[in-house]
């Protein structure tokens, strides 16, 4: 698939790699429907675009909000061949904390909830539609993370984003009849407003450790995005982008 062919419902659109994600495959001629829970980001957006952006306010874990605006982006985009899920959050925190304080499960579910439900359900309606539209190179991209290989006090995030490639692997061999190709990106630490939650020693801590010596640039995760839009015999694989660094 060519960058110009691309007809992408982007989650995560309102601010950091979703947005840097959704710009650049508008500015490279692709039809962009961004989705976000976050309706002043989503304006913001469709301004810095120029109206190429069409906005949908979504959230994910809600079925019935999915279902309506992944239909309405199939309308407004004359067919959706793909979709870029970075819808995403984190609420940091060990099992038990010193003094016995036990995380609480409404903390644990709601990260599931958001980055896995919510990555089934947008990957649900995007590939029905695809399906239903017979598309003949349809592509999606789940966002992993770095932390899909462990790290301490994101039990629940690391779950989510390990569940997001081992379903990248199943959903590109459920899809590969369709045209339908799936892979995943798992960025390492990016310079996005994300990184705000994230105690200022810790991630001190963190980017002393990167081997390029640095955070990583929004608009350097598009060359992997890239990639896997164009590269039509890739499927099923998850691509790493982290400056060298592992937790």
């Known amino acids: 698939m060519k960058l110009d062919d691309v007809r992408f419902a982007v989650t995560g659109a309102a601010s950091g790699l979703g947005r840097a994600a959704a710009m650049y495959l508008a500015a490279n001629g692709g039809k962009v429907a961004g989705m976000d ?30 279902v309506k605006q992944v239909q309405r982006a199939n309308i407004d985009l004359g067919r959706l061949n793909g979709l870029v ?9 060990v099992v ?40 003949k190179d349809g592509v999606i991209i789940l966002i992993s993370s770095i932390s899909r290989h462990g790290n301490v006090g994101q039990g629940s995030y690391s779950a989510a984003k390990a ?22 990106i798992s960025p390492g630490l990016f310079d996005t407003p994300i990184l705000e939650a ?3 020693a810790i991630l001190k801590d963190y980017v002393s ?13 598009s060359h992997a995005l890239r990639f896997i839009i164009e590269c039509d ?9 982290n400056g060298g660094f592992m937790f």
């Open 37 to 66: 829970i976050d309706v002043e980001g989503l304006e913001s957006l469709k301004r810095e675009s120029n109206g190429a952006i069409y906005t949908y306010a979504v959230d994910v874990t809600k079925e019935e909000q999915v």
């Open 85 to 93: 899920n970075y819808a995403g959050i984190f609420r940091d925190g």
């Open 96 to 135: 038990i904390r010193p003094g016995g304080t036990k995380m609480p499960l409404a903390q644990w579910k709601k990260v599931i909830e958001v980055d896995l439900t919510g990555t089934f359900l947008m990957v649900r309606e995007a590939a029905s539609a695809m399906i239903a539209s017979s598309v």
């Open 163 to 184: 569940g997001v490639v081992a379903d990248a692997r199943v959903w590109a061999r459920e899809f590969a009849s369709h045209k339908i190709r799936v892979g995943a």
């Open 198 to 200: 994230i105690d200022p």
């Open 209 to 221: 450790r990167i081997p390029l010596g640095r955070l990583g640039k929004p608009d350097e995760l």
């Open 233 to 241: 015999y890739f499927t099923g694989e998850c691509v790493e982008v």
